[in-house]
């Protein structure tokens, strides 16, 4: 069976899922939350890729990104770049049924330590044409 056709079987039923969503959290039944449509698990999948840093990970030692370690570099012009950069090469590595479309980078003129990154994304295997975001708020003065 074509793995569109296997998508789209989990999706439309109620009592299968595609894997635990992120960050963990109790569900019913003394289960953790599920998710129940590709979107939603590549959406924790991109999450726990991108906020994992690189060694991290027992038995793992290069998932994750440089994300952590460029937030912490000095801010400048290129930053955005560098982060763009960093969240393609990861997601290209570890999820390449995800394709970045864009990535915006917003630093705070009233607070610079404050970074937000918003992720714009198509699920490749699941509606191409569909536009999920994800968006991480960065204080880096912590």
């Avoid at 982060?83 to 980078?105: C, D, G, K, R």
């Avoid at 994304?121 to 044409?129: A, G, K, L, N």
Wanted: negative net charge; hydrophobic residues 40%.
């Amino acid at each position: 069976m074509a793995t569109k056709n296997v998508v789209r079987i989990i999706n439309e039923d109620p009592d299968s899922y595609f894997g635990l969503t992120f960050p963990l959290k109790e569900g019913v039944d003394n289960n953790f939350v599920r998710s129940s449509t590709l979107r939603e698990q590549a959406s924790s999948n991109i999450k726990n890729l991108l906020l994992t840093i690189k060694g991290e990970r027992v038995g793992q030692p290069n998932f994750g990104s440089r994300l952590s370690e460029i937030l912490f570099e000095p801010i400048d012009d290129e930053i955005g770049d560098r982060i763009q950069s960093a969240i393609e090469e990861a997601l290209e590595e570890w999820l390449p049924y995800v394709v970045a479309e864009n990535v915006f980078t917003f630093v705070d003129e009233k607070n610079p330590n404050l970074i937000t990154v918003s992720l714009e994304f198509r699920v490749t295997i699941d509606d191409p044409d569909a536009i999920e975001t994800i968006t991480f708020n960065f204080n880096t003065g912590v």
